[in-house]
């Protein structure tokens, strides 16, 4: 079973950045494809970002396209999530989530982050 604890979040301004970092445990960091999703109150949870084992894979949903970068560390067994030019419409909890698949599915998440709230101001 994989754990993942995440960490950041919080308010931020609009036109601003943050940084979110999620580690993981409980199995090799490098076998799992890392994913993050965020979910707005009353909102389904929709993936943002996806990154292969290697890093040298990813995918970013067009909605944030040119304003996010997924990253990871295999050392440190943590991926990262940087967030760039926020805006009000991103203020949602964000989930990073582990899938020993090669694709980022839903329905074959191993496990989720706690999902730390990202609130960007006006």
């Known amino acids: 079973q994989v754990q993942l604890v995440e960490s950041g979040g919080g308010l931020v301004q609009a036109g601003g950045s943050l940084r979110l970092s999620c580690a993981a445990s409980?199995?090799?960091?490098?076998?799992?494809?890392m994913g993050w999703f965020r979910q707005a109150p009353g909102k389904e949870r929709d993936i943002v970002a996806a990154?292969?084992?290697?890093?040298?894979?990813?995918y970013y949903a067009d909605l944030v396209k040119g304003r996010i970068t997924s990253s990871r560390d295999n050392a440190k067994n943590k991926v990262y999530l940087q967030r760039n030019s926020l805006i009000t419409d991103d203020t949602a909890g964000y989930y990073c989530?582990?899938?020993?698949?090669?694709?980022?599915?839903?329905?074959?998440?191993?496990?989720w982050g706690q999902g730390p709230q990202v609130t960007v101001s006006s």
């Open positions: 989530a582990a899938t020993l698949f090669t694709k980022m599915n839903t329905k074959r998440i191993a496990n």
């Open positions: 409980g199995r090799t960091f490098s076998s799992l494809t």
């Open positions: 990154i292969s084992w290697s890093g040298g894979r990813t």
